[in-house]
């Protein structure tokens, strides 16, 4: 059991976070990426950062409802989440979800939600940068490899290419690339609402080919930096029958593995 | 005489040309007008940076190094080109013959600066050849895939060979018009390339040789008349488009999708209630429609995004959804919103300026299917790949926005989902109260 404090159990103390995780709906409520929140959280705990969560409070932001067309379930959601936020008087945001990460920063302001909002990856990086995190166990990665799959929303929907690189290039391993990445990379096949429907008839899965671009470069590991990317993949490996061989992880779970904060077996 | 006939001829083709090439582009020009305003003149530094980029520099061209090089060389040749048109439009008014040379063979460094500017562009026409011979090679020999695709049967196909076949035309017109000259003029002039073709005028009348310079002068000419008539009907209006449509670009990053401000309006007074007693008479005269359905619906821009595609493909061939065989071509978007403002602006001229509804729109009807629009994932790959700056991505949304808003047309799983977000806060059913569940390992 994590010891986590939400927004209202620091108004009610009178102070204030230094940042607010936004866990997100995927964080909240999907096993897969409940785990990366954890990871992520122990992070935090780590380095003894002053952060919260809304719990309770926090809705869907609206990305899946809006890409699908539905602007106006978006709009309801996005104001009752700019409600919450302004009147706690967030300044300052970090989501471990690419598509919370771009609806807060790119669409919420002109609805009246301004706040500084950071993926993971980048604030993950920071840490870094200022020698805040330093990675201790770094000896399972040793030589092997690892490919970084870019989500959508991050890379060229706001251009975020280098961050999560950098966050893996800690850990000692072998960072080896796909045949599309960085501005080519191809998508997983969740955005745009499609992770909640099934697909339109054609040759084949969106996740599986981009599976096959992974499994092409040979590596242990498939980096992920965003929940929908995670199930996509991991599903694209099963299908393929190769998960005893590659493993699917977050960026925050690897980082966190290497501070001896999660055990991986790779 | 003869002088006088040809200029005469010359005036008369000119006015012709300039009478259907106004009415070609007033026509896109009142089609573009026919969108939804949106105000895209911030930042015009970035703006031109961009254009002088992306249009002027083909930045976006050189993702992928072979096309690029090549269209470099026709796009260069093509600019290049124009200089000699100068001339050749001083000596059809005038009935002059290589007045410039003439004003100047008598300066040396003028003359010298004449004679290499003729032999550039000769040398670069060269290059032409090799690259328009290199792209119908791609196109009907190697068929690459992304410029053989369903959505180009037809016209498209035909557009791209048409100007392809006129570029070859062209640059013979040129020669045979340059090599005669030097022929009929011992060399004279000493143009590179042209003084290597004299040799195959050997044994020919001076009189026959000038009928090739004529033929070869009035070719060009018409060609090029022909040409600037064409290009508004064809995907080479490129040309000319990709500067605006480059200024005129987004400069919001491209997972930006704008929110739409008549709905913030609804929502803020279903939340308030009292604020809807309070103006209970501001009842719009037109009522709302949400999204788009029709070109009429899209804006200013997204038009301009139509007549600006090239068909290259370069979208299509990025677009996951098609890479795993869905029946989304981000082209085809483009494509079919052209055709049908096309369609539109066309029945509306037909009926003296005024538009009457046709029961038609760009969704179904022969143009972007539900099905189309329910396989993009969003990626913005299409955005990425376009060396012109368009996005369907903008008007695949805005129609989706229909789909669901006006016409309750969403798969079942996406109804659902819509309900859950509304009730319990996410996309799943599971209740709002156990977000924090996560805490438990
Ligand atoms: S945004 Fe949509 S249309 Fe564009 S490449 Fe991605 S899936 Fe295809
Ligand atoms: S939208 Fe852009 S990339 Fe796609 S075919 Fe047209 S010009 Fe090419």
């Known amino acids: 059991m994590l010891n986590v404090k939400t927004m ?41 950062i002053k952060f919260a969560v809304l719990g309770s409070e926090e809705s869907c932001t609206g990305d899946p409802a809006k890409r699908a067309g539905n602007e106006f379930v978006f709009q309801m959601l996005a104001l ?44 993950l990086q920071q840490l870094i940068d200022s020698g805040r995190i330093k990675l201790t166990d770094t000896a399972a990665f040793k030589g092997k490899k690892i490919t970084y799959h870019d989500s959508c929303y991050l890379g060229r929907a706001n251009e975020i290419y280098e961050a999560p ?16 990445c960085r501005t080519k990379g191809l998508c997983c096949g969740a955005g745009g609402a499609q992770m909640f429907k099934e697909d339109e008839p054609g040759k084949k899965r969106i996740n599986i080919a981009r599976t096959e671009e992974a499994l092409e470069t040979d590596a242990r590991v498939i980096a992920a930096a965003c929940p929908f990317c995670n199930t996509m993949m991991t599903d694209g490996v099963k299908a393929k029958d190769k998960q005893a061989q590659v493993k699917v992880f977050d960026i925050a779970e690897l980082l966190a593995a290497g501070q001896g904060l999660e055990t991986i077996q790779l | 005489m003869l002088t006088y006939f040809q200029i005469y001829l010359f005036i008369a083709f000119a006015a012709i040309t300039a009478f259907y090439a106004y009415r070609g582009y007033n026509r896109i020009y009142k089609n573009i007008k026919l969108g939804k305003p949106e105000n895209l003149t911030d930042n015009p530094s970035q703006r031109l940076r961009n254009m002088l980029l992306v249009a002027l520099g083909q930045k976006k061209m050189f993702k992928n190094m072979t096309p690029a090089i090549l269209h470099l060389m026709i796009y260069v040749g093509f600019v290049i080109t124009q200089v000699e048109l100068i001339e050749v439009f001083i000596d059809g008014f005038t009935g ?100 290597m073709l004299m040799p195959l005028f050997d044994g020919m009348t001076y009189t026959s040789i000038h009928y090739v310079e004529r033929i070869g002068w009035w070719g060009h000419l018409f060609g090029v008349f022909a040409f600037l008539c064409y290009l508004p009907y064809s995907k080479h209006l490129h040309i000319l488009l990709a500067f605006p449509n480059t200024y005129f670009a987004r400069l919001t990053p491209k997972g930006y999708i704008a929110n739409m401000p008549e709905i913030t309006k609804e929502i803020k007074l279903m939340m308030n209630p009292d604020a809807a007693y309070a103006a209970p008479a501001e009842q719009p005269a037109e ?57 539109v602006g066309s029945k ?60 309750s047309n969403a798969p079942a799983e996406w109804t659902g989902m819509f309900a859950n977000m509304e009730n319990n806060g996410a996309p799943w059913q599971f209740s709002q109260q156990d977000r924090l569940n996560w805490v438990k390992e």
Not at chain 2, 369 to 394: G, H, Y
């Open chain 2, 287 to 343: 009522p709302v429609k949400f999204g788009a359905k029709d070109v009429f619906d899209l804006s200013w821009k997204n038009l301009m995004d139509a007549y600006s595609c090239t068909e290259c493909g370069r979208c299509t061939a990025a677009c996951p959804a098609n890479q795993t065989g869905k029946l989304l071509s981000p082209r085809k978007i483009m494509m079919d919103t052209r055709d049908r403002l096309e369609e």
């Open chain 2, 96 to 195: 002059h013959h290589r007045i410039i040379y003439h004003a100047v063979e008598n300066i040396p460094a003028l003359r010298s600066f004449y004679v290499f500017t003729i032999s550039f562009i000769e040398v670069i026409s060269i290059f032409v050849f090799i690259a328009t011979v290199a792209f119908l090679t791609r196109r009907w020999l190697l068929k690459v895939p992304r410029l053989n695709m369903p959505e180009l049967q037809g016209f498209p196909i035909i557009d791209a060979t048409i100007i392809l076949a006129s570029e070859i035309y062209l640059l013979t017109c040129i020669f045979s018009m340059n090599t005669a000259d030097m022929a009929m003029h011992n060399g004279e002039y000493g143009f590179l390339v042209s003084g």
């Open chain 1, 165 to 180: 690189r950098k966050v893996l290039e800690e850990l000692d391993a072998e960072l080896v690339e796909m045949k599309s």
């Open chain 1, 8 to 48: 209202a159990d620091y108004a009610a103390a009178n102070e204030m976070p230094e940042v607010l995780f936004w866990v997100g709906c995927a964080g909240s409520f999907d096993q897969r990426a409940q785990k990366v929140t954890r990871s992520f959280v122990k992070i935090l705990q780590h380095l003894n």
């Open chain 2, 348 to 407: 509306i001229a037909d009926n003296k300026g005024v538009w009457n509804d046709d029961g038609k729109s760009l969704i179904e009807n022969g143009y972007i299917s539900v099905e189309e629009l329910r396989a993009c994932t969003t990626c913005n790959a299409c955005v990425e790949e376009c060396p012109v700056m368009i996005s369907p991505l903008d008007i695949i949304v805005q129609l989706r926005r229909n789909l669901i808003m006006e016409e």
């Open chain 1, 80 to 123: 009752q989440n700019i409600e919450v936020l302004n009147g706690y008087g967030i300044k300052k945001i970090v989501t471990t979800c690419p598509h919370c990460f771009n609806i807060l920063k790119n669409e919420y302001p002109s609805l009246g939600g301004n706040y500084e909002v950071l993926h993971h990856a980048t604030y």
